[in-house]
């Protein structure tokens, strides 16, 4: 049985819903009807702390901490089933991407997102290709005969992480570094 949080009218921004609407625009979640359908093709419902239905549904009452510190927005696999499934046209998967956007700016991302992006913006890989990890894939590769790995465009993986959303989780780091 899930806790029930009792929510203060104080605590509630009641202007996230037209926040979120206007980003969203033609796809609003103003449209939902709660019925459901989302939540029950969700193929990772067993694992997040509120259904897709639930997060529209507090999108809607304002609870903007509820829903930008919910695992939800980063758990999904962006499978876009539910959006597939949705009677009323809402683009869940839209509104969980914009969402994960209004995190990052609030510093809600999960350490281990901040570390991919910090890995991939230090190195260009995602996991780290250096030192005795870097001298095993090359081995493994030689023997296999594959091609030899080509180090990425820094520039180009900088360029779009600093443009993104994700550009602020660097922002994140460097200023935790200064302090």
Known sequence: MTEEKVVKSSELDHHFRYEISEKVGAKTLLKCIQCGVCSSGCTVSE???LQPH???????????????????????????????????NVDYSFILALLRNMAVEEGNA?????????TL??????????????E??????ERLELPQIVPPN???????????????????KNN????
């Open 47 to 49: 694992f997040i702390d």
């Open 54 to 88: 639930r997060v529209v549904a507090s999108l809607l009452l304002g609870l903007k901490d509820v829903v930008l510190s919910s695992n939800a927005i980063w758990t999904c696999s962006l499978c876009h089933r539910c959006t597939e499934r949705c009677p009323k």
């Open 110 to 118: 999960p350490k281990e997102y901040t570390v991919t992006v910090n």
């Open 121 to 134: 913006y230090d190195s260009g890989f995602v996991v780290p290709y250096t030192g005795r990890m870097k």
């Open 136 to 141: 095993t894939i090359d081995r493994r590769r």
């Open 154 to 172: 820094m520039d180009d993986i900088r360029f779009i992480i600093e443009k993104t959303n994700l550009g602020d989780l660097i922002k994140n």
């Open 176 to 179: 935790e570094e200064e302090e």
